[in-house]
């Protein structure tokens, strides 16, 4: 089982929440597309059975960014499920070495799925 390495995972984390901090609507789901199936394939890789659900969801953020439709209330519910779960792995082993990175992922997540849920009201 590959683990997660802190010197790959970190500028990466720091590219992604960059992304985030210009607010997903910017960023575009074409854009965010490549970010998204990146994330996806890395977590599945590793094998730790803490990622795989996160990896699920991101496969399902994936699915609506690519499809013709894109509700911002499901994109927003999404985004606040992904902020919960990467603060789970902020807070546990596979997160190690990245922490403080997934705590400003999540919360970066977390702000733009009340955005996105904001729009969709």
Avoid: Y
Avoid at 17 to 22: I, N, Q, R, T
Avoid at 25 to 48: F, M, N, S
Avoid at 65 to 90: E, F, Y
């Amino acid at each position: 089982m590959a683990s997660i390495m802190p010197d790959e995972v970190g500028p990466a984390l720091l590219r992604t929440a960059g992304g985030l901090e210009a607010g997903a609507q910017r960023l575009g789901a074409q854009a965010a597309l490549p970010v998204v199936a990146g994330w996806q394939r890395r977590l599945k890789e590793t094998g730790h059975p803490e990622l795989l659900p996160v990896a699920g969801t991101l496969s399902e953020l994936r699915l609506g960014l690519s499809g013709g439709v894109r509700d911002p209330a499901v994109t927003g519910a999404l985004l606040g499920t992904l902020s919960g779960q990467v603060r789970g792995v902020a807070e546990s082993g596979p997160g190690a070495g990245v922490s403080e990175d997934l705590l400003r992922l999540s919360a970066l997540l977390a702000v733009q799925s009340r955005v996105l849920v904001a729009l969709a009201s």
